[in-house]
């Protein structure tokens, strides 16, 4: 007598049919299928980006401080790669002997210069550029010594191609204490604003 009290119980508690659940599944597929296609990821791309650019340079540094040797780091800016050398004989130069690494930029990420007045306010001409940019192999090359300084100040420069607007992204590099920092571009106010560390 117990078990058919327990029976009847458990099959008049309500309960969503297969119907009722598939119709849900369907309707929430349909409204994740038309947000999808307005976010919008172009942004984030270039702030991960800028934040690899800024990594591979404090990578150099620490390398040339801990190795106490030179590390060159040096921008395919027609490639959008960047080339890490650990120049162990200091020459400036790269040897059979010598590792060489390099960092692909994602696709559709390009090196170039903006069209507005670069971080320190000056008019910018190259992708990359400061006050004693060497190359090395033909690309635009900053050098690491081992107390941790850079062979000059520089400013890289990147953008996203998107459907919409451009997104630039700047990465500064102070030459005394090999400090990176780096800028979005506020394209409403032409004002580069330093991201949050």
């Known amino acids: 007598m117990r078990i058919s009290r327990r029976r009847t119980q458990m099959t008049n508690r309500p309960a969503f049919t297969l119907a009722e659940v598939m119709v849900v599944v369907v309707i929430s597929g349909?409204?994740?299928?038309?947000?999808?296609?307005?976010?919008?990821?172009?942004?984030?791309?270039?702030?991960?980006?800028?934040?690899i650019v800024r990594t591979t340079l404090q990578y150099a540094q620490r390398q040339a401080i801990t190795r106490q040797h030179d590390m060159v780091v040096s921008f395919d800016t027609t490639g959008e790669r960047i080339r890490t050398l650990w120049d162990m004989d200091n020459s400036g130069a790269i040897s059979d002997t010598e590792r060489v690494t390099w960092r692909g930029l994602d696709v559709g990420i390009l090196f170039t210069d903006p069209a507005v007045k670069?971080?320190?306010?000056?008019?910018?001409?190259?992708?990359?550029?400061?006050?004693?940019i060497g190359t090395l192999s033909g690309f635009?090359?900053?050098?690491?010594?081992?107390?941790?300084?850079?062979?000059?100040?520089?400013?890289?420069?990147?953008?996203?191609?998107?459907?919409?607007?451009?997104?630039?992204?700047?990465?500064?590099?102070?030459?005394?204490t090999g400090r990176v920092d780096w800028y979005r571009l506020n394209t409403?106010?032409?004002k580069w604003i330093l991201a949050n560390q």
């Open 30 to 51: 349909l409204m994740v299928t038309l947000a999808l296609p307005r976010i919008d990821t172009t942004k984030i791309r270039a702030d991960a980006i800028a934040t």
């Open 118 to 132: 670069g971080v320190s306010g000056t008019a910018i001409h190259y992708p990359v550029s400061g006050a004693a």
């Open 140 to 176: 635009p090359t900053v050098t690491f010594h081992r107390d941790g300084s850079a062979s000059t100040d520089a400013e890289i420069y990147i953008k996203v191609a998107s459907h919409g607007p451009a997104w630039y992204r700047a990465i500064t590099l102070t030459q005394s």
């Open 188 to 190: 409403g106010t032409s």
